[in-house]
Every structure is written in C-alpha cells, then in structure tokens.
C-alpha cells in the first residue's frame, strides 16, 4: 500500500514496526481484525497514533472492523480540522 498523506504512512509505520505486521498486509481494505489486533493492541494503536499525530482517537474509530484507508481517512479530517482552529 502507497501511502498518500502523512497519516496514512504513520498509521503503516506503526502497523509494521510497533506490531510487525507484514507490510504486504496492509493494505487499504484490510481491516485492523484481519491484521491480528485484539482489543489490547487497539488501544496500543490509538494511543501511539494520538502520540505521533497529535490528534484524540476514540475507542469507536479504531475498532476490529475499522479498514486501514477508514481509518486513516478519520486521522486525515481530524488532523485537517485541528489545523483549521
């Protein structure tokens, strides 16, 4: 998966090194279940994102059903309408 904004390649950065998921796994349709996180490394997740980024993410937006381009669509608004403050 290329990433195309800055949220897309730290949620990958993430993904791949924080969990060592294979990066030929993430892909945009690839949901974060499908990548093996229980409900523990979702909330790892969210935490290192909202650490790297800047930017609060709720329980509700990095679910098991949440998709990688999903989620970095919401990080992407979310960044763009914090810099807009």
């Known amino acids: ?46 935490l290192a994102l909202q650490e790297r980024l800047g930017v609060p993410v709720a329980e509700s937006e990095a679910t098991k059903r949440t998709t990688v381009a999903g989620l970095t669509a919401t990080l992407t608004g979310k960044r763009t309408a914090a810099g807009a403050r």
């Open 1 to 46: 998966m290329s990433a195309q904004s800055p949220e897309g390649s730290a949620l990958i950065a993430l993904l791949t090194e924080k969990f060592e998921i294979d990066p030929a796994r993430v892909r945009p349709d690839a949901t974060l279940e499908s990548l093996d996180l229980d409900s523990l490394a979702l909330a790892e997740l969210a």
